[in-house]
């Protein structure tokens, strides 16, 4: 049995929203997160504009024109240290470059960052973040970042209440195949997305592709992972030369009283 892709990977999320037949999906989902119906214009090209070549290159996961909105939209399926600094530069360069290249300098069009994060722990489902000072003062109006707790919203499928109801468009993006066929019948946007989502998962071309990426991926984590470890055990090991406790190595670095002592052999 292949795996079933949702739309907590990227590349699921972009062949489903981001395709003109599907806006209706997607002016859904930014309803919920935004509370006010946008109208979406176009996709934009999701490669942002870098101003030399020493810069890297910075591909986002969506950027969408609705009304007077430039919308990013990142899928952050895996909890990294550094998603909010990347994320945080993805939308400035939005800002600085769409400010920039205008006849004045205006507040008229918002930009937003949503980021629908499936490894995070925060303490509401969906928190706002403006820039202000500590009275609550906007420093510029326009400059919005929304961060979405999937975890947490994806526990209220299996409740009646009315937050239920209220994100069940962000919802249907993280079920399993499984959860899907508890979508109600009545509901023409779940199940237009199951149609869509269960169909994009019987494509060989998308497996094959998303299988490959999974892939890529886990061998470039298991690289990171053993690098980070590499550099944690030569730290325990000069410690350990300069006759720092074991409690105190282990405190400091992580590793297990059992993983220091390993390493004295």
Request: aromatic content about 12%; hydrophobic content about 30%.
């Amino acid at each position: 049995m292949t795996k079933f892709y949702n739309c907590s990977y990227d590349e699921a999320f972009k062949n489903i929203f981001l395709k003109e037949e599907n806006f209706d999906l997607l002016e859904e989902v930014l309803y919920t997160v935004l509370d006010t119906r946008v109208k979406i214009l176009k996709v934009r090209n999701n490669e942002l504009f870098k101003e030399n070549y020493s810069i890297k290159k910075k591909i986002v996961d969506a950027v969408i024109e609705a009304n007077n909105k430039v919308v990013e939209i990142e899928i952050n399926n895996e909890r990294q240290d550094f998603y909010r600094p990347r994320n945080v530069a993805y939308i400035c360069n939005l800002y600085s470059t769409n400010t920039l290249s205008g006849e004045s300098y205006s507040e008229d069009t918002d930009f937003i960052q949503i980021n629908i994060s499936y490894n995070i722990n925060n303490k509401n489902k969906i928190d706002k973040f403006l820039i202000q000072n500590k009275d609550y003062e906007k420093y510029v109006k326009n400059f919005i970042i929304y961060e979405i707790d999937m975890k947490k919203l994806l526990k209220l499928w299996y409740s009646n209440s009315k937050e239920k109801e209220k994100f069940k468009y962000l919802i249907m993006m993280g079920l399993e195949k499984d959860e899907l066929d508890s979508i109600p019948k009545g509901d023409t946007i779940m199940n237009k997305y199951k149609d869509k989502i269960t169909k994009l998962n019987e494509e060989p071309k998308f497996q094959e592709y998303m299988t490959k990426e999974e892939d890529d991926r886990k061998m470039y984590n298991t690289k990171i992972n053993y690098a980070r470890k590499s550099g944690i055990e030569y730290t325990a090991k000069n410690m350990l030369k300069k006759s720092f406790d074991i409690d105190s190595i282990s405190e400091i670095t992580g590793l297990t009283t059992e993983e220091i002592r390993n390493l004295e052999k």
